[in-house]
Nanobody, 121 residues
């Protein structure tokens, strides 16, 4: 069992940065892939990035590649999403998730409650 709590969201101007954190409870954190997803108003939730537990391999959606960085510190049971060069279209509720991994939501067993990110133009 893994419980996830996101933090770090907020309001930022376009071009700014935010770092989201995802604190996990449970002894299996180091053995799950961590993913970030987001849901913008009126849109479906979409994949953002994941970091694989076996080798820390990372993968990003094209829309955030080169601007966002996913990382994890297993000793702290925490995953991060560093978001730079933010754009208004990045405005969404951001969710972290844990599970076998990949880009598909059904591949993740555990989800956080989400944190709001708002980027003003």
């Amino acid at each position: 069992q893994v419980q996830l709590v996101e933090s770090g969201g907020g309001l930022v101007q376009a071009g700014g940065s935010l770092r989201l954190s995802c604190a996990a409870s449970g002894r299996t954190f180091s053995r799950v892939t961590m993913g970030w997803f987001r849901q913008a108003p009126g849109k479906e939730r979409e994949f953002v990035a994941f970091i694989r537990w076996t080798d820390d391999y990372t993968y990003y959606a094209d829309s955030v590649k080169g601007r966002f960085t996913i990382s994890r510190i297993n000793a702290k049971n925490t995953a991060y999403l560093q978001m730079n060069s933010l754009k208004p279209e990045d405005t969404a509720v951001y969710y972290c998730a844990a599970g076998p991994g990949g880009t598909l939501q059904p591949n993740y067993n555990y989800w956080g409650q989400g944190t709001q990110v708002t980027v003003s133009s």
